[in-house]
């Protein structure tokens, strides 16, 4: 608390990064509660959801819309209110917290990248590709990219000036790039992404690495029991599946070393209880909660906690996420509206 | 018109004969016509309720489509962008094949099925939401499955329709026009043969009446000759040359009325 550590205690946080922890408290002072939710599930159309949403901290950002409401606007909406917040605290924070606010960009950026690898893999024309990327994953070259005609060229001239550069200089070879399947390119920079952003938390130091090593070993064994259950009968080999688990988590290294060898979901289950936080995750899933579903409950539960402490970057992280859930309940209950299924519209998780 | 639709045809006895055989073969011809529009009507029928049974589960399967894809969306995010760029050749196709019922040739759709091709996008949602992009896949090959039924049998049941339509116009035509005209003219032939017997029949017997009438008078001829001879000669010297001369007049007489 004293620290000799440059971030984090309770004397010096404040000075560079108070004000940004009271805009980010008073976002998430905004994030809808289960009085909204209850407000939203007793709409009968998306225009009465719109009505609902102006009176919370939304306010009237649908209000330029045309009047037949798609959910896909909806959720663009919330997506683009999302990054303007986002990008109002990025553009005025300084270090170490500009690099922090950086990482949490990366993942979405993995995911652009990925989408201009397979446009140009295909031939498509890349420069329309820019519009379908996450707003939140825009790096500089993407200017230049209508320059590029071939993968070659893509590793060359626009990846290597990301700051995805070291991942993907470290994992993926130029004609590696043509031949591996999409998903695994994919899984194998994030992979390397949560890694070093774990290292980088792990060297912050303080309530940041309390917070975030928590939330982000999580986040590594939720890929690592996803990826192994998705690869059943795919052509994903056993040591191909070895290799997209991240180095860090509670299951490493001997619950991912068990799970590289495992043919079937029961047998995930059981290596799985040895380990109380999964343990009690799985016995909660049922035909109308599956295993996603409790994933993401058990992540919402520890975005909530970053709140509770101050004097560390976790908040900003946990914002984001508990946002990005936020939309993914708006979106789903739009959808069960506009499609008269009801009766499946209380399958979202509440956060506050 | 005066109601009696008939073939123009000079009436002859082989005219009749050929006339007869232009019925039956109309007769049979309506039977076999009649036959196959009951086959194709039967077969309409069951093909309109199996429309409309199908109609229902599409609309089913399709809400479930709609409904498992939003919620791959909530599991995996927005993956719609990476599974376009990604998708290289269908991997869904369907044929079309040939079927034939009482004669008339139905198009239908089959899902060709590749069993041994691999997906290259089966990889989608790997660490996120796999399960319910998978779920959410085979809900929309059933949709397609079940389109794919659809579209055969609303094809079949247009093509079916035309035929029918086709084939009761064709049943009605011999029923109503083509075989009343054959009837009507077999009985126009014969009662034109028959008033041609008729009137043969009528010729003979005035003629056998002129004849009996010339024989009638020539007897009372020879019957007042003989007796003027025997008045004059009673000797009968003269009867035979007169005899013989006699049977020589009436064979000229006979002549006389045959040939003048």
Known sequence: MFGTRGHGGIFTFNRNDGYFEALVRGYRAGILTQADYANLIQCDALEDMKLHLAQTDYGDFLANEPSPLHTTTIAEKCLERLVNEFVHIRNQAVEPLATFLDYITYGYMIDNVVLLITGTLHDRDVTELIEKCHPLGFFKSMATLSAVHSVAELYNTVLIDTPLAPYIQNCLLEEELDEMNIEVIRNTLYKAYLEDFYNYCKELGGETEMIMSDILQFEADRRAINITINSFGTELTKDDRELLYPNFGVLYPEGTSKLAKTDDIDQVKEILNAYVAYRDIISDTSAEKSLEDAFFEYEVKLNKMAFQTQFGYGVFYSYIKLREQEIRNIVWIAECISQQMKSKVNQFIPIF | ?260
């Open chain 2, 1 to 260: 018109m005066s109601g009696k639709n008939r073939i123009p045809i000079f009436p002859t006895r082989m005219a009749l004969t050929t006339m007869k055989s232009k019925l039956k073969g109309a007769v049979t011809g309506h039977s076999l016509l009649k036959k196959k529009s009951d086959a194709l009507t039967i077969r309409f029928r069951a093909i309109l309720s199996k429309i409309l049974q199908n109609k229902q589960l599409m609309g089913a399967t399709m809400r479930e489509a709609s409904f498992s894809l939003a919620a791959a969306k909530y599991a995996a995010g927005e993956i719609a962008h990476t599974v376009y760029e990604n998708t290289t050749t269908a991997t869904m196709r369907c044929r079309l094949a040939n079927e034939n019922v009482a004669g008339v040739h139905l198009p239908t759709f089959e899902r060709i099925k590749d069993e041994g091709a691999s997906n290259p996008q089966e990889l989608t949602g790997l660490a996120k939401g796999g399960q319910q992009i998978n779920k959410s896949r085979e809900q929309y090959v059933k949709a397609i499955e079940s389109l794919i039924e659809l579209a055969s049998l609303q094809t079949a049941f247009i093509t079916l329709d035309e035929v029918i339509r086709t084939t009761n116009r064709r049943v009605n035509a011999i029923e109503y026009v083509v075989k009343p005209r054959i009837e009507n003219t077999i009985s126009y032939i014969i009662a034109e043969l028959d008033e041609g017997d008729r009137e043969e029949f009528y010729r003979l017997k005035k003629v056998q009446g002129k004849k009996k009438r010339d024989l009638a008078a020539k007897e009372a001829e020879k019957a007042q000759k003989k007796e003027l001879e025997g008045v004059l000669n009673p000797g009968s010297s003269r009867h035979q040359p007169a005899q013989q001369r006699t049977i020589l007049e009436e064979g000229e007489e006979d002549n006389l009325v045959l040939f003048s």
